[in-house]
């Protein structure tokens, strides 16, 4: 695809439900990685994953947060329990290589996720 | 938590007018980028600034690095109205992975 694609674009659950965002990087990019973004700020890093490995995840709130990429290509970030406090913006990046900060990072149009 | 901090927080100008953004970051950087998100809409990358730089031009965009003071500017030129979105500013984190650390960002409303 031309760009990273995420999915659903909005979600609306009840607290205490699971919740699943899907993000189709760029085809061949090896580095991706998920944002969360609160209403009017910055993006805040979660987790890194180069290929299907997940390298960083220091940024995950809490052990309701787990995400996947397990073949290097499409991630999806789960949320389980959900609380009010998970109402944001979760927006997904790729970047073409590894251990590169020299690069940018490709953004989806992000799922906004608002709990109930 | 955010290492950079924009300023202003929120700027309002005429079309036609030159918007200037600043940046402020806490640690050592090898780079700064900046990048623009639209309402409802992604980030968008703009322009990568390394730390050996001081000056980088794109089209009307002019960035500025301090290392000595821990600041970047972002300069638009002759602001049109498609302009109008949210501008941040992020340093790349490097512990084992490449992660960027944003600002709040600057909100710049373009006036017809």
């Known amino acids: 695809g031309a760009g990273v694609s995420q999915s659903p674009r909005y979600k609306v659950a009840k607290r205490g439900q699971d919740v699943a965002l899907r993000c189709d990087p760029i085809?061949?990019?090896?580095?991706l990685f998920w944002y969360q973004q609160a209403l009017g700020q910055g993006p805040e890093f979660l987790t890194y994953f180069q290929n299907e490995a997940q390298l960083d995840k220091s940024g995950l709130p809490s052990d309701r947060f787990f995400a996947e990429r397990p073949e290097g290509s499409v991630s999806t970030l789960k949320i389980q329990r959900t609380q009010q406090e998970d109402s944001a913006v979760y927006l997904c990046?790729?970047?073409?290589?590894?251990?590169?900060?020299?690069?940018?990072?490709?953004f989806g149009d992000g799922t906004r996720l608002s709990i109930l | 938590s955010q290492q950079g901090e924009e300023d202003p927080q929120a700027l309002s100008i005429q079309e036609g007018e030159n918007a200037t953004m600043n940046c402020s970051y806490k640690t050592s950087i090898n780079n700064l980028q900046w990048y623009r998100q639209n309402s409802g809409r992604g980030l968008v990358h703009l322009i990568l600034i390394r730390s050996n730089e001081r000056e980088k031009h794109s089209g009307r965009l002019r960035v500025t690095l301090d290392t000595s003071k821990k600041s970047s500017s972002l300069l638009i030129t002759a602001s049109r109205a498609a302009d109008t979105a949210s501008y941040f500013c992020?340093?790349?984190?490097?512990?084992?992975?490449?992660?960027?650390?944003f600002g709040q960002g600057t909100r710049l409303t373009i006036n017809p």
């Open positions: 085809s061949g990019h090896v580095s």
């Open positions: 990046a790729s970047s073409r290589d590894r251990h590169l900060s020299n690069q940018p990072q490709h």
């Open positions: 992020a340093t790349p984190i490097i512990q084992g992975a490449q992660k960027l650390v």
